[in-house]
Protein backbone atom coordinates (compact mmCIF):
# COMPACT_ATOMS: atom_id res chain seq x y z
CA UNK A 1 0.00 0.00 0.00
CA UNK A 2 1.48 3.44 -0.93
CA UNK A 3 2.11 5.84 2.40
CA UNK A 4 -0.38 8.50 1.05
CA UNK A 5 -3.47 8.17 -1.23
CA UNK A 6 -5.94 10.06 -2.37
CA UNK A 7 -8.60 11.68 -4.64
CA UNK A 8 -8.27 15.01 -5.79
CA UNK A 9 -11.29 17.11 -7.40
CA UNK A 10 -10.49 18.63 -10.67
CA UNK A 11 -13.11 20.44 -13.17
CA UNK A 12 -15.60 18.91 -14.93
CA UNK A 13 -16.81 16.60 -12.03
CA UNK A 14 -13.87 14.50 -12.64
CA UNK A 15 -11.53 12.80 -9.53
CA UNK A 16 -8.24 12.05 -10.18
CA UNK A 17 -6.36 9.05 -8.02
CA UNK A 18 -2.57 9.65 -6.68
CA UNK A 19 -0.63 7.88 -4.70
CA UNK A 20 2.70 8.99 -2.35
CA UNK A 21 6.05 6.41 -1.60
CA UNK A 22 9.16 7.52 0.06
CA UNK A 23 10.96 10.01 2.18
CA UNK A 24 8.27 12.89 2.57
CA UNK A 25 11.26 15.01 2.77
CA UNK A 26 13.07 13.71 -0.10
CA UNK A 27 13.35 14.94 -3.98
CA UNK A 28 9.88 15.13 -5.13
CA UNK A 29 9.44 13.01 -8.46
CA UNK A 30 5.92 12.69 -10.48
CA UNK A 31 5.43 9.22 -12.27
CA UNK A 32 3.80 9.80 -15.91
CA UNK A 33 2.55 5.98 -16.62
CA UNK A 34 1.99 5.22 -20.55
CA UNK A 35 -1.04 4.54 -22.48
CA UNK A 36 -3.09 6.68 -23.67
CA UNK A 37 -5.19 5.06 -21.47
CA UNK A 38 -3.13 3.33 -19.00
CA UNK A 39 -2.69 3.00 -15.33
CA UNK A 40 -0.31 2.60 -12.59
CA UNK A 41 -0.83 -1.42 -12.41
CA UNK A 42 0.53 -2.74 -9.09
CA UNK A 43 2.93 0.20 -8.73
CA UNK A 44 5.86 -1.44 -9.65
CA UNK A 45 7.11 2.06 -10.73
CA UNK A 46 8.23 2.42 -7.27
CA UNK A 47 10.98 -0.19 -7.17
CA UNK A 48 12.82 1.71 -9.44
CA UNK A 49 13.27 4.78 -7.42
CA UNK A 50 15.71 4.88 -3.98
CA UNK A 51 12.38 5.74 -1.63
CA UNK A 52 14.79 6.72 1.02
CA UNK A 53 16.05 9.62 -0.89
CA UNK A 54 12.66 10.30 -2.90
CA UNK A 55 9.51 11.72 -2.62
CA UNK A 56 7.90 9.84 -5.23
CA UNK A 57 4.37 10.75 -6.59
CA UNK A 58 2.76 9.25 -9.24
CA UNK A 59 -1.73 9.81 -10.60
CA UNK A 60 -4.03 8.03 -12.71
CA UNK A 61 -4.57 10.37 -15.65
CA UNK A 62 -8.18 11.35 -15.89
CA UNK A 63 -10.80 9.02 -17.39
CA UNK A 64 -7.99 6.14 -16.40
CA UNK A 65 -8.23 3.27 -13.54
CA UNK A 66 -9.46 4.34 -10.19
CA UNK A 67 -9.72 8.00 -11.55
CA UNK A 68 -13.45 8.75 -12.16
CA UNK A 69 -15.35 9.05 -14.48
CA UNK A 70 -13.95 6.63 -16.67
CA UNK A 71 -12.76 7.27 -20.08
CA UNK A 72 -14.98 3.65 -20.94
CA UNK A 73 -18.51 5.13 -20.31
CA UNK A 74 -19.40 6.36 -23.83
CA UNK A 75 -21.15 9.16 -22.28
CA UNK A 76 -18.18 10.93 -21.03
CA UNK A 77 -17.34 13.22 -23.66
CA UNK A 78 -13.79 13.56 -24.79
CA UNK A 79 -13.73 17.05 -25.26
CA UNK A 80 -12.80 16.55 -21.72
CA UNK A 81 -9.34 15.18 -22.47
CA UNK A 82 -7.12 17.34 -23.75
CA UNK A 83 -3.32 17.84 -23.58
CA UNK A 84 -3.98 21.42 -21.26
CA UNK A 85 -6.30 19.74 -18.99
CA UNK A 86 -3.61 16.92 -18.29
CA UNK A 87 -1.35 19.53 -18.12
CA UNK A 88 -3.58 21.34 -15.53
CA UNK A 89 -4.52 18.34 -13.49
CA UNK A 90 -0.39 17.94 -12.96
CA UNK A 91 -0.40 21.74 -11.55
CA UNK A 92 -3.56 21.28 -9.41
CA UNK A 93 -1.84 18.00 -8.19
CA UNK A 94 1.59 19.82 -7.75
CA UNK A 95 -0.42 22.78 -5.63
CA UNK A 96 -2.35 20.20 -3.42
CA UNK A 97 0.64 18.42 -2.15
CA UNK A 98 3.05 21.54 -1.69
CA UNK A 99 5.75 20.98 -3.88
CA UNK A 100 7.65 23.87 -5.71
CA UNK A 101 9.57 21.94 -8.32
CA UNK A 102 9.63 17.63 -9.03
CA UNK A 103 11.76 15.97 -11.36
CA UNK A 104 9.25 14.12 -14.18
CA UNK A 105 9.66 10.32 -14.66
CA UNK A 106 7.92 9.23 -17.70
CA UNK A 107 7.44 6.47 -19.60
CA UNK A 108 6.16 5.70 -23.15
CA UNK A 109 2.96 8.10 -23.68
CA UNK A 110 4.16 9.64 -20.00
CA UNK A 111 7.33 10.80 -21.48
CA UNK A 112 4.69 13.03 -24.23
CA UNK A 113 3.08 13.86 -21.24
CA UNK A 114 6.43 15.09 -19.46
CA UNK A 115 7.83 17.16 -22.25
CA UNK A 116 4.54 18.67 -22.53
CA UNK A 117 4.00 19.95 -18.90
CA UNK A 118 8.21 21.00 -18.49
CA UNK A 119 7.49 23.14 -21.82
CA UNK A 120 4.36 24.53 -20.07
CA UNK A 121 6.28 24.88 -16.58
CA UNK A 122 10.17 24.83 -16.76
CA UNK A 123 9.78 26.30 -13.47
CA UNK A 124 8.16 23.58 -11.59
CA UNK A 125 10.30 21.18 -13.35
CA UNK A 126 13.97 20.38 -11.63
CA UNK A 127 14.70 17.36 -14.20
CA UNK A 128 13.59 14.81 -16.65
CA UNK A 129 14.00 10.98 -16.65
CA UNK A 130 12.18 9.46 -19.90
CA UNK A 131 11.81 5.88 -20.43
CA UNK A 132 11.07 4.81 -23.99
CA UNK A 133 10.91 8.29 -25.73
CA UNK A 134 7.87 9.66 -27.51
CA UNK A 135 6.82 12.46 -28.72
CA UNK A 136 3.06 11.76 -30.30
CA UNK A 137 3.61 13.23 -33.19
CA UNK A 138 1.39 12.68 -36.24
CA UNK A 139 4.56 10.89 -38.00
CA UNK A 140 4.70 9.03 -34.94
CA UNK A 141 1.28 8.16 -34.89
CA UNK A 142 1.33 7.47 -38.58
CA UNK A 143 4.30 4.55 -38.11
CA UNK A 144 3.01 2.98 -35.34
CA UNK A 145 -0.76 2.67 -37.07
CA UNK A 146 0.04 2.36 -40.74
CA UNK A 147 3.69 2.05 -41.74
CA UNK A 148 4.49 -0.14 -39.14
CA UNK A 149 2.15 -2.63 -41.10
CA UNK A 150 5.37 -3.51 -43.40
CA UNK A 151 6.85 -5.27 -40.72
CA UNK A 152 3.86 -7.06 -40.17
CA UNK A 153 1.84 -7.80 -42.74
CA UNK A 154 -0.56 -10.32 -41.88
CA UNK A 155 -1.88 -8.32 -38.44
CA UNK A 156 -2.05 -5.40 -40.45
CA UNK A 157 -4.30 -6.84 -43.02
CA UNK A 158 -6.60 -7.88 -39.78
CA UNK A 159 -6.41 -4.70 -38.60
CA UNK A 160 -7.30 -2.87 -41.12
CA UNK A 161 -9.44 -5.15 -42.33
CA UNK A 162 -11.97 -4.31 -39.08
CA UNK A 163 -12.15 -0.88 -40.29
CA UNK A 164 -13.04 -1.25 -43.59
CA UNK A 165 -15.49 -3.44 -42.74
CA UNK A 166 -17.19 -1.69 -39.67
CA UNK A 167 -16.29 1.90 -40.67
CA UNK A 168 -18.97 3.57 -43.32
CA UNK A 169 -16.02 5.72 -45.30
CA UNK A 170 -12.35 4.43 -44.20
CA UNK A 171 -10.56 2.22 -46.83
CA UNK A 172 -6.89 1.59 -46.49
CA UNK A 173 -4.35 3.70 -48.58
CA UNK A 174 -7.18 6.69 -48.07
CA UNK A 175 -7.81 8.38 -44.85
CA UNK A 176 -6.66 7.30 -40.98
CA UNK A 177 -6.65 4.19 -39.69
CA UNK A 178 -6.20 5.79 -36.31
CA UNK A 179 -9.41 8.26 -37.06
CA UNK A 180 -11.24 5.63 -38.43
CA UNK A 181 -10.92 3.17 -35.08
CA UNK A 182 -11.74 6.63 -32.95
CA UNK A 183 -15.17 6.72 -34.57
CA UNK A 184 -15.59 3.22 -34.06
CA UNK A 185 -15.08 3.42 -30.56
CA UNK A 186 -17.66 6.42 -30.74
CA UNK A 187 -20.37 4.07 -32.08
CA UNK A 188 -23.62 3.91 -30.21
CA UNK A 189 -23.61 0.03 -30.44
CA UNK A 190 -22.13 -1.69 -27.43
CA UNK A 191 -21.15 -4.78 -29.37
CA UNK A 192 -19.01 -2.71 -32.27
CA UNK A 193 -17.10 -0.82 -29.45
CA UNK A 194 -16.36 -3.77 -27.71
CA UNK A 195 -15.26 -5.67 -30.65
CA UNK A 196 -12.98 -2.62 -32.07
CA UNK A 197 -11.12 -2.31 -28.74
CA UNK A 198 -10.12 -5.79 -28.81
CA UNK A 199 -9.39 -5.19 -32.66
CA UNK A 200 -7.21 -2.56 -31.60
CA UNK A 201 -5.86 -4.39 -28.52
CA UNK A 202 -4.64 -7.20 -30.81
CA UNK A 203 -2.12 -4.70 -32.55
CA UNK A 204 -1.28 -3.77 -29.86
CA UNK A 205 -0.20 -6.76 -28.43
CA UNK A 206 1.66 -7.57 -32.32
CA UNK A 207 3.70 -4.19 -32.44
CA UNK A 208 5.17 -4.04 -29.05
CA UNK A 209 5.90 -8.24 -28.95
CA UNK A 210 8.44 -7.87 -31.91
CA UNK A 211 10.93 -10.73 -31.35
CA UNK A 212 8.46 -12.79 -29.29
CA UNK A 213 6.56 -15.77 -30.90
CA UNK A 214 3.72 -16.29 -30.50
CA UNK A 215 2.86 -12.34 -29.65
CA UNK A 216 2.39 -11.92 -26.25
CA UNK A 217 -1.05 -11.09 -24.86
CA UNK A 218 -1.62 -8.19 -22.11
CA UNK A 219 -3.74 -9.83 -19.36
CA UNK A 220 -5.02 -6.38 -18.81
CA UNK A 221 -7.11 -6.95 -22.08
CA UNK A 222 -9.36 -9.58 -20.38
CA UNK A 223 -10.74 -6.54 -18.25
CA UNK A 224 -13.07 -4.77 -20.94
CA UNK A 225 -13.47 -1.47 -18.87
CA UNK A 226 -9.61 -0.97 -19.24
CA UNK A 227 -9.60 -2.29 -22.73
CA UNK A 228 -12.19 0.22 -23.62
CA UNK A 229 -11.00 3.42 -21.83
CA UNK A 230 -7.13 2.63 -23.05
CA UNK A 231 -8.30 2.11 -26.88
CA UNK A 232 -11.02 5.18 -26.49
CA UNK A 233 -8.21 7.44 -24.94
CA UNK A 234 -5.88 6.62 -27.24
CA UNK A 235 -7.40 6.92 -30.36
CA UNK A 236 -8.15 10.17 -29.58
CA UNK A 237 -5.49 11.48 -28.66
CA UNK A 238 -3.15 10.05 -31.71
CA UNK A 239 -6.22 11.59 -33.87
CA UNK A 240 -4.68 14.75 -32.18
CA UNK A 241 -1.51 14.23 -32.32
CA UNK A 242 -1.07 14.70 -28.42
CA UNK A 243 -2.71 18.16 -28.73
CA UNK A 244 0.56 19.59 -28.85
CA UNK A 245 0.74 22.48 -31.84
CA UNK A 246 3.45 23.34 -32.25
CA UNK A 247 5.28 19.73 -32.27
CA UNK A 248 7.16 19.26 -28.93
CA UNK A 249 10.47 18.91 -30.73
CA UNK A 250 9.94 22.06 -32.32
CA UNK A 251 9.31 23.99 -28.52
CA UNK A 252 12.61 22.41 -26.61
CA UNK A 253 14.19 25.40 -26.45
CA UNK A 254 11.64 26.26 -23.46
CA UNK A 255 13.54 23.49 -21.47
CA UNK A 256 16.94 23.18 -23.35
CA UNK A 257 18.42 24.12 -19.56
CA UNK A 258 16.88 21.51 -17.35
CA UNK A 259 18.88 18.38 -17.07
CA UNK A 260 17.31 14.89 -19.01
CA UNK A 261 18.46 11.43 -19.09
CA UNK A 262 16.55 9.72 -21.70
CA UNK A 263 16.83 5.46 -22.23
CA UNK A 264 15.40 4.13 -25.36
CA UNK A 265 15.76 0.67 -27.25
CA UNK A 266 17.13 0.09 -30.69
CA UNK A 267 14.88 -2.34 -31.18
CA UNK A 268 11.72 -0.50 -30.59
CA UNK A 269 9.43 -0.57 -33.07
CA UNK A 270 6.46 1.04 -31.44
CA UNK A 271 8.36 3.97 -30.79
CA UNK A 272 11.42 4.41 -33.37
CA UNK A 273 14.61 5.42 -31.70
CA UNK A 274 14.54 8.50 -33.99
CA UNK A 275 12.46 10.62 -32.02
CA UNK A 276 14.58 10.01 -28.68
CA UNK A 277 17.57 10.88 -30.71
CA UNK A 278 16.77 14.07 -32.39
CA UNK A 279 14.98 15.15 -28.66
CA UNK A 280 18.43 14.62 -27.72
CA UNK A 281 19.62 16.35 -30.65
CA UNK A 282 17.92 19.42 -29.84
CA UNK A 283 18.64 19.65 -25.74
CA UNK A 284 22.24 20.30 -24.98
CA UNK A 285 21.33 19.10 -20.97
CA UNK A 286 20.33 15.38 -22.52
CA UNK A 287 21.93 12.26 -22.28
CA UNK A 288 20.75 9.32 -23.87
CA UNK A 289 21.55 5.91 -23.21
CA UNK A 290 20.57 2.98 -26.19
CA UNK A 291 20.35 -0.44 -25.64
CA UNK A 292 20.87 -2.51 -28.00
CA UNK A 293 19.06 -5.67 -27.46
CA UNK A 294 15.70 -4.11 -26.56
CA UNK A 295 12.32 -3.03 -28.03
CA UNK A 296 9.56 -1.05 -26.02
CA UNK A 297 10.92 -2.11 -22.53
CA UNK A 298 12.60 -5.16 -20.84
CA UNK A 299 15.40 -6.47 -18.87
CA UNK A 300 18.37 -4.01 -20.20
CA UNK A 301 16.18 -0.88 -20.58
CA UNK A 302 15.09 -1.21 -17.10
CA UNK A 303 18.45 -1.64 -15.07
CA UNK A 304 19.53 1.58 -17.30
CA UNK A 305 16.37 3.49 -16.05
CA UNK A 306 16.76 2.92 -12.41
CA UNK A 307 20.00 3.72 -13.26
CA UNK A 308 19.08 7.10 -14.71
CA UNK A 309 17.01 7.56 -11.90
CA UNK A 310 19.95 7.56 -9.08
CA UNK A 311 21.89 9.10 -11.57
CA UNK A 312 19.23 12.06 -11.60
CA UNK A 313 19.01 12.20 -7.58
CA UNK A 314 22.86 12.39 -7.63
CA UNK A 315 23.36 15.54 -9.41
CA UNK A 316 20.41 17.21 -7.99
CA UNK A 317 21.30 16.33 -4.23
Request: with cysteine; net charge negative.
Amino acid sequence: MPDVSGMLPLDDGHQMYWEQWGNPDGQPVLYLHGGPGGTLGASGYRHRWDLGRTRLVAFEQRGCGRSTPSAANPLVPLLEFTMAKLISDIERLRRSLGIKQWVLNGVSWGSTLALSYAQAHPERVSGLVLFAVTSTSEAEVRWITETVGAVFPEAWDEFASFAEIHHPSYTRGSGRIVKAYADLLASPYGQLRDAASQAWALWEDTHVSLGRDPVVRDPRWDDARFRQAFARLTTHFWSHAGFNDPPLLERMDRIEHLPGLLVHGRQDVSGPLRTAWELHRRWPGSQLVICEHDGHGREQMTAHWESANNTMLDRLS
